[in-house]
């Protein structure tokens, strides 16, 4: 028997398996452009960004996963969860130029973009924590009291939450290139280390 969160991800899971394929289809374009014939500087901004989103997107695809006894198939539902995942296609869809024969220099493209990727981030990330707080509000999960190692894990990943949102937040403000790739890359290394730490733990 088919639950409910079996039918929200059977119609959503798709759309971010789409938005998946654009960030990767990103990276192929990218690594085509080096072996052409006309030379392009990618630097580390675009690349890092698509690296960013595709540890994002696997992140909540996973939060989903925890909150499948939570969700129901209402039309309220299924309404956020198609303006989280669609949300994360059309950031997705921004991140690599369509044609990168016209972009010599990728930063100039990251430059144009930016605003709205690090700006849907943002609100989708915002969206999924109002969304999971009311999950818990209305239909709470009986859990058992949380020994010292899951205190320790809920720790970790309250502090790494809220140093992904301050990064997000000076990431769409600062200009400067260098603090971007440095921004950029803490925002990488914080979600992969966060995740991995909370699945040890």
Known sequence: QMSAFDLVFAVFG????????????????????KRGARPARIGWLTPLLGLFVMLDLTSFWGLAFMARDQMDASYLTLAIVLAITGGYYLVASLIFPDDPEDWPDFDLWYERQKHMVIGGLLSINIVTMIATSILDALRPVPQAPP??????????????????????????????RPSNVAM??????????TSILEDFI
């Open 184 to 193: 950029l890359a803490a925002l990488n290394l914080i979600l992969l280390g």
């Open 14 to 33: 798709l759309l971010l398996g789409l938005a998946l394929c654009e960030v990767l289809a990103g990276f192929a374009r990218v690594l085509k452009l």
């Open 147 to 176: 020994g010292p190692a899951g205190e320790v894990g809920f720790l970790i990943y309250g502090l790494g939450a809220m140093a992904l949102f301050m990064l997000l937040i000076a990431l769409f403000f600062v200009r400067n």
